[in-house]
């Protein structure tokens, strides 16, 4: 159970799934599944479930940390067009695994905080667009979404009151580029996934051009505890600003990687050393990426950031998704970018000039650096090609494409001069 | 409207707009790839980029929306740095082809690398590999230079409907291709080349001809539908190179057939130089000698005249003047595909301009294959479409559109009185009757359902009502066009300028036919009927050809084959080898003159190419003729004076030359108010209704003289003779070879089947041994 004490509260969005059968709707709801849900839809209406959204401070988990009260509140009224909720479970980005956790551990919770997104929004169909490779996921997902048709959870009138929504879960077909919301969008329309530009933004013109919220698993798998025990409640976890719980997926030169749910503003050593059993090699990291492989990498001298999206901004990166990526002194970063240069020339859409041609070429030139084939014009070249991509495109996925090769230029300068011609020669 | 600075100077423009389109309407300079202004935003070049004040990032100014006190700036250093970087990026993989690419000094990625580009690129790493597509007869690719700016498949989609170009593949893979591995097959696919910034998509019977900076550029119309485009024709001294849309004229695109008809400019089948017939052979000679001959011929003669209304507005005028001054007598007639010669109730032109039309509540099409016949004007029609707006379409065939009417009904010719009186019905019973409409209700006992979709379109506040070729060639077409107009009346459209009634006419110039024409014409029928009844002693083509257009061929091949023929024109063709005596006139693109399209709109071309032989204008060669043939004065000296006259037919026309009217300003339609024709009642004589077939690669002599669109034709072609499926079954027969009777008599000839035919429906193509089929309105099928 969570506590409505805030200080007290060790986890939201993990709270249970540890618990054995918890993705069987009997456990989860004797574990206390669905259990406020009654009160949500009948004795709250749609302003009140925005306004405690707002006032909690909850702020977007798949990347781009945008809050989601707002969001929700963007969505246009009596348009005449349906209104569609869709839940970003594609998790692509590198580094990322925290929503599949909540998904195979403990479906309700999502589904659950669906229901009541998806009763605020006014929303009658809602998918979940998951990662192709999740298949066992997806199939845990769709047994429980059964068993909640089966116990009026989903469905028309839901629990006899006047609110209906169907959930559908939507396999993707293996594209990173798919869990940008526009090309998810797209995808699920049965198009090639290619994000759409902004305005118009998907609140106003998304699914079928109709008003759509996309949101991420971890987000949506919060807004239980946040209507239970009030925004309020919720915005006093964490720091100002930064409020709540929020998993961090750390991997790299730790001793124990995994996924940590943990309250925001919390210092990364104490992350890395208290949860995580501490580096693999010496006492501070080589290089940390923060928010996932398409945030900029921090030094050493950034340790004792807090986990929180002001703090890392002002640090030089972003929070991203929260997969923290820890590289100690034995890292090679060359090699590190070269591969992730090559997953983002491998995932562009291949639609915007700087990303479709950029990404190509700086996986060329990384491979050739790597390879002892540079010269320092081409170390130019990675420079100018990566700075003209971000901020540049349609979507961020250049942003991320940029992001690996601008940290090691910056942070790694001598490390990527011994790998020139001359030097290695 | 919304108010932002540009550079700092204030600009204000329609809410919404882009900034990019904002800068363009004040001229301010941003370089794009991707934008067109016909297609929709796809914002995937970047080129555009410009930065906006207190924006941490630059935008792309093509899908950004302006907004109130926006500072935009266009011209900052960062941006030359962003611009440079694109044009790099983009140039990457494009190979350094220019001097061999036809693109070459007409290329926007050319232009701009010298703009915004840097001396040298960096990128030394393997170039990307690409195929060629098979893209039809018309274009021909070089894939290497794309640079994935995805118009060509906007196009395909929006504007051609075809859908068939889409982008494959992913990041530096990506690639555009023709998704089934087949051709193009849309009859605006030559627009593509202009629409590729780049050498990617280039014109392929003009490939490797020649170089932009050869080229010259007339301001021309084309006249090879009634749209009447503007067009540029380019040329290389004397010679047609090719044929483009004019970026300054009216649409955003021309057709196929307007565009490759450049071919028959330049073919074997140009009259270029006077000839007269001697023991069999047509032989060249001098103007004099045909001159001489034509008046042997000629002179006080019972003569027909048929000329084509494709000419300019002074040719025909001259026509006329050599009518009045030597030839009073001589019958004139130019529709080929007009029976009835009653009347119209409102005669052939447009009321509405075509932008009207797409933009009216409802449109309406009745019996008209309008993707053949007016492609232009279809496209317009499926951009409505694909904005939600509504179309009714009531024909013999579901004319394939690429797109679809929301409201279909096929029937037979022979049902039109039928539909129209059911309109009425469903009028009266909204007690909008008439009286006159009474007594038209009073010969038609049938009704046929497809009446309600007319009615329900004419309710509507503003209704374009496009009437086509099953009713204008239709026996009983003045009753109908009665019937449709008493249709509207009652449903409150009453007359005025731009009323909704819309009779498709079949060459330019419809208004100042029915002005310069109006009171001396006869039918093509009828004038055959003359000749072959011995009352002709000659004829006189001009343009003309009725073997090969219209639905008189049979008549007038026994009538050529009796009757001594002066052939004026620019080109042979199949009339050439009756011809007794050929005076060759001046090709459309080689004169000076003035065309009205069917919207009334005036264009007059004033820089023509030279002629390469020694055809003269018409209006020179009339004056000639009549000069020839006795006339004491020659009406008109000189294209002033022929002006002058032609604005006695047509008094408006002397504020048009006088520069008075705008371009905007548009010729009325003439109207026959006092037309009042009843159904006759008759049902034709046989089972089937033949409904002839327009084909935009094979109808007129231009296109016939055009190698290219022949073979377009032969590449599009459907079978000769087609039928309803069911209309074979129900009289035990099968797709094959069947008997066709008609009053004319019996045939064996390929009967095919298509399910978009109506039933009770004989579809027949202009050509071949299914050709003379158009002459009847009837037939019977049966087994060999
Ligand atoms: C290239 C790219 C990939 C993304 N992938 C994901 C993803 O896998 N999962 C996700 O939740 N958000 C992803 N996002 C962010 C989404 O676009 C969007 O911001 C998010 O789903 C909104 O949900 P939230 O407000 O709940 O965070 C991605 C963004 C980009 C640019
Ligand atoms: S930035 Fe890259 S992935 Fe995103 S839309 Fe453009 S080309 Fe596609
Ligand atoms: S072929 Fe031409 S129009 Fe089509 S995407 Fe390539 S450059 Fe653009
Ligand atoms: S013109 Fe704006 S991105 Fe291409």
Known sequence: ?425 | MTTLYIDDKEVTVPANTSILEACRMHGVDVPYFCYHPELKVAANCRMCLVEVEGWPKPAASCCTPVAEDMRVRTQTETLKKDRKMVMEYLLIHHPLDCPVCDQGGDCKLQDYSVEHGASQGRYVEPKRRTEDKNLGPFITTCMTRCIHCTRCVRFAEEVAGTGDMGVLNRGDHMRIDSIVEDTLRSELAGNLAELCPVGALLDKPSNDVSRPWELERHHSTCIQCPHGCDVIIESRGDEVIRIKHDPEGAEAWICDRGRYVYDAFRSDDRLLVPAVRKQGELLACDWNEALTRARELLKDKKVGIIFSPSWSLEGLTSIRLLHDAVMNEAKVAFDLHRRDMRPFAFEEGLSMSTAEIEAADEVVILGSDLRQRLPILMQRLRRRVANGKALTRIGAMNYRTNTSPGKDALIRPRDWPAVIARAMEQLKDVGKGSPAMEAWLERVPARHEAGKLLADALMAERCAVLVGEEIRAHEDAAALIHGIDLLMRSAGHGEAGDDGRNLIPEGMNAQVLSAVFGDIRTGVGELLQAAEAGELDALMLVGSDPLGDGLFSMQARRVLRQVPLVQVGAIGGQIAEFADVQLPAAAYSEIEGTFVNMEGRVRIADKPLRSIGEERPLWKVMMRLTQELGADDVPAVSLDELRQKAAVFMPELADVFAGKKGAEWRMPTARNRNARCLPSGVEPAMALDIVSRFSMYREGAWARASGLLREAGQLFALPDVLVHPHTLRQLGLEEGECVIRTASGEITHHVGTREDVAEGVLFVAKRGGAGDLSTETSASLRGV
């Open chain 1, 1 to 425: 159970m969570i506590p409505s004490d805030p200080s007290k509260v060790t986890a939201i969005c993990f709270d249970r799934i540890h618990l054995p059968g918890q993705a069987t709707l009997e456990v989860a709801r004797k574990n206390g599944a669905y259990s406020y849900l009654p009160t949500v839809l009948n004795e709250m209406n749609r302003e009140q479930i925005i306004e405690q959204v707002k006032i909690s401070g909850l702020r977007g988990r798949g990347g781009a940390g945008f809050p989601t009260g707002l969001k929700w509140s963007f969505v246009p009224r009596n348009t005449g067009k349906p209104t569609y909720l869709l839940c970003n479970a594609d998790e692509g980005e590198p580094g990322t695994f925290k929503d599949r956790d909540i998904m195979r551990f403990d479906p309700h919770l999502l589904i659950e905080g669906m229901i009541m997104a998806g009763f605020a929004l006014g929303v009658h169909d809602a998918y979940i667009y998951i990662r192709g490779e999740f298949l066992h996921e997806a199939n845990v997902m769709n047994a429980a979404i059964k068993e909640a048709y089966a116990a009026n959870l989903l469905g028309e009138h839901i629990l006899g009151t006047d609110f209906s929504m169907h959930l559908t879960v939507h396999r993707g077909a293996g594209a990173y580029v798919c869990g940008e919301e526009t090309a998810l969008i797209e995808s699920l329309e049965g198009r090639p996934g290619r994000p759409r530009f902004k305005p118009p933004f998907p609140a106003v013109e998304g699914f079928y051009r109709c008003p759509t919220v996309v949101n991420n698993v971890e987000t949506l798998a919060t807004i239980p505890a946040i209507l239970e025990h009030g925004g309020q409640w919720h915005k006093q976890i964490g720091v100002p600003n930064s409020a709540g719980m929020k998993i961090f997926s750390v991997s790299g030169h730790v001793n124990k990687p995994g996924n940590y749910e943990v309250p925001m503003g919390m210092p990364l050593r104490v992350l890395v050393e208290e949860y995580c059993g501490g580096l693999q090699h010496g006492d501070v990291p080589k290089a940390v990426i923060p928010g996932g492989s398409s945030t900029p990498w921090l030094g050493p001298e950034h340790y004792d950031v807090p986990l929180a999206y002001d703090e890392i901004h002002k640090a030089g990166s972003m929070l991203g998704s929260g997969a923290v990526i820890i590289m100690d002194e034995t890292a090679d970063v060359v090699a590190l970018t070269r591969r992730l240069s090559h997953f983002y020339a491998h995932e562009s859409c291949g639609q915007c000039t700087p990303c479709r041609e950029g990404t190509g070429w700086l996986e060329r030139v990384m491979l050739r650096l790597e390879a002892g084939g540079c010269n320092a014009r081409d170390i130019e070249v990675l420079q100018d090609a990566s700075e003209h991509m971000a901020g540049r495109t349609i979507c961020a996925l250049a942003d991320g494409a940029a992001a690996p090769i601008l940290s090691l230029l910056r942070m790694f300068p001598d490390e990527v001069n011994s790998y020139l011609a001359e030097n290695k020669a």
